[in-house]
């Protein structure tokens, strides 16, 4: 049973403390907050804890294995690399840091002392991301030409980071899992509404290897809820729903075909589409923060390196900055640079490796089977149906 203290009990930290001792294989042990009232409501919860203001006192426990940070942004570096000095395997949540280079301090520290050093990337671990992925590696869609991703609601508003740091950090792990890489460049322009200096809207665009763009909008400042990802390829098209729980995934045979010569009328170019209807395949879905903290777990009983590791979370930080910079020079393109070390390799457990596996089978049987019915019966348009 790994023994956890969890420094933060915001918003955020009793959902870590809730999934860690909901594994069945972590015991929080320690909470610790500067808020004597959110650490007493918490308290409450877990009363096998020993609850606490001082870091040193959590830090310094000689039974404590492991700490979780969600703790605001810029205390991250602070209290992570102290944890780590103290010997603590680590999950911090994201951004790692406000900076790349004290994220790569953290990861020096983390390996000199051969520690688990993991950001709470909690998409990674969603497992309808994970089949987005799987679709996307499988060649369903064809070449990936772009990806576009919608991040918005009317609050919750922060003050202490901007919407770059709070909700596009989210977008910028999941495209660089979804394209196994780090972006090259970045074009960004962001807006402050409401608070000042403070960009509550961004719209940032990435060109990844083989000219990939993915395109972020992120806002608290927006009157719906949106957690979209279009992802569209030369065969296929596919938009991800997160809000959508019964149809997580929506598949689109749509494309626009090569026609034998250019067409220079409308009734031509639409000669050269192709609409073969949608597809939803099944999709079973699974509780990310759960799966995130069980990886956790197993990385440290197993001493392995996490799907979400610190190169992971400094990988973001490298676009956040430059992302930054972008904002701050009127939208000029800026460069990312990638830090040596980081193999971008994703890390799928086995467990979900068949079940991916067999996700994508499936899809490719059904959307096989539609595709001769659509062309035996002469018809270009299937319609939408759920499975
Ligand atoms: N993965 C996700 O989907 C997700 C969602 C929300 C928040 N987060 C992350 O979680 C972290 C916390 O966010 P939140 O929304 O819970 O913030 P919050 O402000 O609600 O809670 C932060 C808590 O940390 C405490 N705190 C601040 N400095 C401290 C210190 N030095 N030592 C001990 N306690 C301290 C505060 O008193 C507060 O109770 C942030 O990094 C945020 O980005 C992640």
Known sequence: MLQIGLIGTGYWGPNLAKSFELTGKAEVRWLCDLDSRRLEQLSQKY???????????????????????????????????????????LLVEKPITLNSKEALQLIRVAEKRELILMVGHVFEYNFTIRALKKLMDSGELGEIHYLNFERTNLGPVRTD????????????????????????????????????????????????????????????????????????????????????????????????????EIPDTFDGYKT?????????????????????????????????????????????????????ASMKNQSKITLIKAEPGDDHKPRVSM????????????VHANLSAEHTRWRDSGSKTAGARAK
Not at 274 to 290: A, K, R, S, T
Request: aromatic share 6%; net charge negative.
């Open 161 to 260: 980071v901007n919407a770059l740091w709070d909700l596009a950090s989210h977008d910028i792990s999941i495209m660089c899992y979804l394209l196994d890489g780090a972006p090259k460049d970045v074009t960004a322009r962001g807006q402050a509404f409401l608070n000042a200096d403070v960009e509550d809207t961004v719209f940032a665009t990435f060109t990844f290897l083989k000219d990939i763009i993915a395109q972020v909008s992120a806002s608290w400042l927006n009157p719906r809820k949106v957690r979209q990802i279009t992802a569209v390829g030369s065969k296929k098209m596919a938009i991800w729903n997160d809000l959508d729980l019964q149809r997580p995934i929506q598949i689109y045979d749509k494309r626009v075909e090569e026609p034998a």
């Open 351 to 362: 467990k979900d490796k068949q079940r991916l596996d067999h996700f994508v089978d499936v």
């Open 272 to 324: 050269a589409v192709v609409d073969g209807g949608v597809y939803i395949p099944h999709i079973d879905q699974n509780q990310p923060l759960l799966a995130e903290c069980e990886h956790f777990i197993e990385c440290v009983a197993r001493g392995e390196r996490p799907q979400s590791d610190g190169y992971s979370g400094l990988r973001v930080v490298q676009a956040l900055e430059a992302a930054t």
């Open 47 to 89: 009363p096998h804890a020993h609850a606490t203001s001082e870091l040193s006192k959590l830090l310094g426990a000689k039974d404590l294995d492991a700490v979780a940070i969600s703790t605001p942004a810029g205390t991250h570096y602070e209290i992570a690399r102290q944890a780590l000095e103290a010997n603590k395997h």
